[in-house]
């Protein structure tokens, strides 16, 4: 299966939209399972179940490069300033879902609350999964709909979608939206993360560009 995935979600990168739509429609269904209630997300799993945390006992921990390290509960992002847009999510494979309501908090004021020092570089993010993680560039992750986030199509993001907190990079390949996040970790270099690692490219622009003050852009 992972194997599968990871070949033609570099296929999609290598050729774009167009032959994502035909490898979306001609495999997407038989890559995943499809959510009841006909929202269409396929959902993969890199260990093959889901991590069940409940909202009351789910923590962030921001660390690394910060003035002020944090553990954050699920009321303490929601006492934060809330974000809320409507974008598609497009899966690297070819499948996409238009119209997704998304809500949660900038990750650019998760930054600011903890005080970001000299010498940051790029952001790690872990997950509950113990398996996968992500990075962004630090103006990445500066980017105004790049959130986390605790709610999607009007409700709390389910256990498999990613819940009960998730990251959303809107201009980035979905597998840059890492599910079950656990940690922030502000850090000295661009980590690539576990897709990465298995030939996905570390920036994953929808548009195929570089992308802004990407320091590396041979590895788009």
Known sequence: ????????GALGVAFGNSIQNILGN???SGLGGLLPGGDRFRIYS??????????????LNVSGLVDRPATLTMADLQAMPKTSFTKAFQCVTGWRVPDVHWEGVKLSDILDSVGVQPG????????????????LTIDQAHLPDVIVAYSMLGAPVT??????????VAPMFGYKSLKWLS??????????????????????????????????????
């Open 1 to 8: 299966m992972f194997l599968a995935v990871a070949a033609l």
């Open 26 to 28: 001609a495999f997407g």
């Open 46 to 59: 890199i260990t093959g179940s889901y991590p069940e945390i409940s909202a009351d006992k789910f923590r």
């Open 120 to 135: 940051a570089v790029a952001v790690g993010f872990d997950s509950y999964d113990h398996a996968d993680s992500e990075s």
């Open 159 to 168: 256990t498999a979608h990613g819940g009960p907190v998730r990251l959303y």
């Open 183 to 220: 940690g922030i970790r502000v850090i000295d270099k661009v980590e690539p993360g576990y897709w990465e690692q298995n030939g996905y490219p570390v920036n994953g622009w929808l548009d195929g560009t570089t992308g802004p003050s990407n320091p590396n852009p041979e590895l788009t």
